[in-house]
């Protein structure tokens, strides 16, 4: 690799000086890099934090600086770009994100040497009620889309159905379904499994369910999840929203219904050696 860009989450000082350090170790190594600024913009309602006009056709590989979610919106952005993404944490957990700061050098001498690999990770996206092309109304997400109560509703129910067949229905505070990526997120505290992020595969987990028998569902990449909200109060309906890696899509009623699969995009995380993913679950999530 030799032509890169950085995404940063602006705002932060300490953000612009390490991307200013990294665009002149790379410049030292006779490689180029340009930086781009993480910063909400609105089009047409559509929401970008990217502006992928700006990144040059040669571009091989795009340095996030940031914690989770700036990984989180750089995925979405560049979703139709098929560029390996680097992530370098400058927040707090940093789960998706593979380099600390301190190892800034050392992981860039690495990418310029070729001692990484580019690991693929699933995205979900729903196309049913919110079709169409852009990264908001094709609602992409790389962690997990959660259906949840709204208003005055004390428990939602949501039928869920598996390549057209009923699997289960949920009364439930809201519904999580979440990539292997997303799986250690909202999915886990939710009481979820944590699923190994080269699976390819779907876990729909239910938030706080009605009934204590209701368990998670892990599906095959290849289904299709069909989810109808139900009704549960007989003299009124129930309200709920979609959000796509906690951005509000849209809102929900009885009757409501939305389709989700794996589509064939997705995101490729740049792996540096050293650290797996076990390793860096105990260290994330256990402190050890």
């Known amino acids: 690799m030799n032509h890169f860009c950085i995404i940063t989450n602006s705002g932060k000082d300490a953000n612009d000086r ?97 001692e990484y690999v580019v690991e693929s990770r699933i995205m979900l996206k729903e196309s049913r009620m919110f079709p169409g092309e852009d990264s908001r109304s094709s609602c992409y997400a790389l962690n997990d889309m959660v259906i949840s109560k709204r208003g005055d509703c004390r428990l939602i129910t949501i039928k869920v159905f598996v390549n057209d067949e009923l699997a289960d229905i949920y009364r439930a505070d809201g519904l999580i379904i979440a990539t292997p990526t997303g799986s250690t997120g909202y999915n886990l505290s939710a009481g979820g499994p944590v699923l190994a992020p080269n699976i390819h595969a779907m876990v729909v987990t239910p938030i706080c369910a009605h009934s204590l028998n209701k368990r998670s569902l892990v599906l095959d990449g290849k289904d299709k999840i069909s989810l109808e909200i139900g009704q549960t109060k007989e003299m009124s309906k129930d309200l709920a929203m979609l959000q796509a890696d906690g951005r509000l899509v849209g809102e929900l009623c009885t009757g409501d219904r939305l389709v989700i699969q794996v589509p064939h995009a997705d995101t490729k995380i740049v792996k540096l050696s050293g650290v797996e993913f076990y390793e860096r679950m105990r260290e994330k999530l256990n402190g050890d």
Request: with cysteine.
């Open 18 to 114: 390490l991307a200013k350090h990294i665009v002149s170790y790379l410049a030292q190594k006779g490689s180029s890099c340009v930086v781009l600024e993480n910063k909400l913009r609105q089009s047409g309602g559509i929401r970008h934090f990217t502006d992928m006009r700006q990144i040059p056709e040669d571009t091989e590989c795009a340095i996030v600086l940031g914690g989770d979610g700036t990984m989180i919106q750089a995925a979405i952005d560049l979703v139709h770009r098929d560029l390996p993404v680097l992530g370098v944490n400058t927040g707090t957990l940093g789960f998706l994100t593979a380099v600390e700061q301190n190892r800034v050098d050392i992981a860039l001498e690495r990418l310029l040497c070729g």
